[in-house]
C-alpha cells in the first residue's frame, strides 16, 4: 500500500494536511507504536543519566510536543536518548539535577544559534569515518553503563537479564506486532511480582511522574561560576545531539525520499531543549529507532510526533503504579540490545577494506571517546583527523615537471598548492640548476587556493631573481580562479 506523498514544509502550508497528517488513522497508530518503543528506552536511558524517570519522560513530552511543531522534519521522533544521557550523567553525578537542567538551556541556546546562523551545513564536513565511529562508540558507551548494574549483583537479575534478551530476540521470528522490548518489560514485571523474585525495581531509581510537568527556572546560582562549570557539558549535550537528530533527519529523509529543512531541525531541538529544561527534563535529540517504527507504520507528519509524546505521558501518569515495579533487569536488557543494535557490525569487516587513514578516523573516534566518556570529544578529533588527511592526500596530487629547451626552462606546475603542499611546490624548483637562465613557470593546470601558496609562489620568483634568472609567470590568474591578485608576483 503506497503512502501519500509528503510535501515538505518548504513548498506547501505549514499548517496544511500534507504537512500535519496526510493520513489522521495512521498518523495516530504510527505514533502510538513510536510511544510503545520510547517508553522502556526513555527509562532506561534515565538511570544512565543518574535521574529519575520522571526527568526523561517529562523531557520526551516537552521535546516531542515543541518540535511537532518547530523542527524540520516531519515525522522524526525527538526525546530524552542515549547520547545526550552519556553526556550528561558526568554533570549530574558531581553538581546534581539542577545543574543539569542549566546546561540543557545553554546547548538549547547553542542549538538555536546553530540554526540561526544556518550552520547545518557544517554537518556535511562530518565524514562518514566519523559518523560510523561516533555510532560504534555510542554503543560501547551504552554498553558498559550497563556493567554496574550486573557485576555484583544476585543470580536472579543474570537470570532475568538472559530471559529479557531471549524474548525481545526471539519475538520478532514470531511477530512484530507489538514490539519485544515492551514484551519484555512485560513478562520480566509479572515473573519478578510471581516469583517475588529479590530485583531492584524502576520504583528504586526514582520517581516516576506525577502529573503533567511544571515550569520552573534551574535552582542554581546564575553567576559566572555556574556558567564555567555548565558550558563545556552544554557544548557537549549541543554537538552531540545536533549530530544525532541531523543523523536521524537523514535516515528519515531516505525512508520517506523528502527533504527536511536541516537549520530548522536545529533550532527546533534547541527550542525544545530549552523548553524541556524548563520544565525539569533532560535535553535530547531525535531517536533514530522510533524515527524508523513511526515512519514504518505510515508516519509521515507532525502530528505522529506530537501524538507520540502526549501519549506516552498519558500512560506513564495512567500506568505509574505498575511501571514502578519493572525490574531493572529488563532495562539492561533493552540497553544490551540498543547497544548491539547501535553498533555498526559491518565497519569491523570492511576495517581491512577501507581506506587506511578513514579507518584510523573510525578507530581514533572510537578511542577518543571511550577514553574520556565525551562523545563530543571523540567526533571532534575525528573531524580534525578527517582534516588533517584530506590535506595530506590532496597535497600529495602535487606535482611539478622541468622540461629544458635552449631558450628557456619551462617548469609545469600541476595540482592543487596550498599550506599543505606549498613547502613541497618550493621545493621542486633547482635554483643551482637554472642559474642564469630563463625560467617560464606554467600555472594553467594548477590552483592556488590561499596567501600560503601565493607566497611560495612569490618566495621562487625571489630566490629565481637572486640566482640570476629571468622569470615569466603564465596561467597565475586562471590558477586563482580568475579573482583579485594582491600579491607582487608578475600575472600574465
Known amino acids: ?24 488513522p495512521r498518523e495516530l497508530m504510527a505514533g502510538a507504536v513510536a510511544t510503545f518503543a520510547l517508553i522502556p528506552e526513555v527509562i532506561a536511558f534515565s538511570f544512565v543519566a543518574g535521574v529519575d524517570p520522571a526527568v526523561g519522560l517529562f523531557a520526551s513530552f516537552v521535546i516531542s ?52 546562523l544556518k550552520l547545518g551545513v557544517l554537518m556535511r564536513f562530518v565524514s562518514g569515518s566519523v559518523r560510523t565511529g561516533f555510532v560504534n562508540a555510542l554503543a560501547i558507551l551504552i554498553f558498559s553503563a550497563q556493567m554496574p548494574h550486573l557485576f555484583g549483583a544476585n543470580g536472579a537479575t543474570w537470570i532475568m537479564c538472559a530471559v529479557g534478551l531471549l524474548i525481545i530476540y526471539g519475538l520478532p521470528r514470531i511477530t512484530t506486532v507489538v514490539p519485544s522490548p515492551l514484551v519484555c518489560i512485560v513478562v520480566l514485571t509479572l515473573l519478578a511480582q510471581w516469583l517475588h523474585l529479590p530485583l531492584k525495581t524502576v520504583a ?72 524541556a529544561s524548563l520544565f525539569g527534563g533532560i535535553a535530547g535529540c531525535g531517536m533514530i529507532g522510533q524515527s524508523v517504527s513511526n ?64 579507518s584510523t578516523v573510525m578507530l581514533a573516534t572510537v578511542a577518543v571517546t571511550v577514553a574520556t566518556d565525551n562523545l563530543a570529544a571523540g567526533v571532534g578529533v575525528g573531524v580534525l583527523l578527517s582534516g588533517v588527511f584530506f590535506a595530506f592526500k590532496v597535497s600529495r596530487l602535487l606535482s611539478v615537471t622541468m622540461m629544458e629547451s635552449d631558450s628557456a626552462v619551462t617548469y609545469q606546475v600541476r595540482g592543487q598548492v596550498f599550506f599543505a603542499s606549498a613547502d613541497k611546490f618550493i621545493e621542486s624548483f633547482d635554483m643551482r640548476v637554472v642559474a642564469g637562465r630563463d625560467v617560464v613557470i606554467d600555472l594553467h593546470s594548477a590552483h592556488f587556493w590561499d596567501m600560503t601558496a601565493l607566497a611560495a609562489l612569490e618566495k621562487i620568483e625571489e630566490r629565481l631573481r637572486k640566482y640570476g634568472s629571468t ?22
Open 204 to 275: 528504586d531509581l526514582g520517581a516516576l511522574p506525577q502529573g503533567l510537568p511544571q515550569f520552573g527556572l534551574p535552582d542554581v546560582p546564575f553567576n559566572l561560576e555556574t556558567l564555567q562549570l555548565i558550558a563545556l557539558p552544554a557544548l557537549a549535550i549541543a554537538m552531540v545531539g545536533l549530530l544525532e537528530s541531523m543523523m536521524t533527519a537523514s535516515v528519515v529523509d531516505e525512508l520517506t525520499d523528502t527533504p527536511s529543512a536541516k537549520n530548522r531541525e536545529c533550532s527546533g531541538l534547541g527550542a525544545a531543549n530549552i523548553a
Open 1 to 24: 500500500m503506497s503512502s501519500p506523498k509528503h510535501i515538505s514544509s518548504s513548498s506547501s502550508s505549514f499548517f496544511s494536511r500534507a504537512e500535519w497528517a496526510p493520513s489522521i
Open 65 to 116: 510536543l515543541v518540535i511537532a511543531f518547530v523542527g524540520g522534519r516531519p515525522a522524526m521522533v525527538s526525546a530524552a536518548a542515549g547520547s545526550v544521557a552519556l553526556v550528561a550523567a558526568p554533570l549530574v553525578h558531581v553538581h546534581g539535577v539542577q545543574y543539569l537542567f542549566a546546561a540543557g538551556i545553554l546547548a538549547g541556546v547553542m542549538q538555536l544559534l546553530f540554526g540561526w
Open 471 to 492: 622569470v615569466e609567470i603564465v596561467g597565475l590568474k586562471h590558477a586563482v580562479g580568475g579573482g583579485t591578485i594582491t600579491s607582487v608576483v608578475r600575472i600574465d
Open 295 to 358: 515512519v514504518r507504520y505510515g508516519g509521515r507528519g507532525r502530528l505522529s510526533t506530537l501524538f507520540a509524546g502526549a501519549f506516552l505521558l498519558i500512560l506513564m501518569v495512567l500506568l505509574k503504579p505498575w511501571v514502578s515495579q519493572v525490574p531493572v533487569a529488563a532495562l539492561v536488557a533493552i540497553m544490551v540490545m540498543v547497544s548491539a543494535s547501535t553498533f555498526d557490525w559491518g565497519s569491523l569487516r570492511t576495517l581491512a577494506k577501507h581506506p587506511k587513514l578513514s
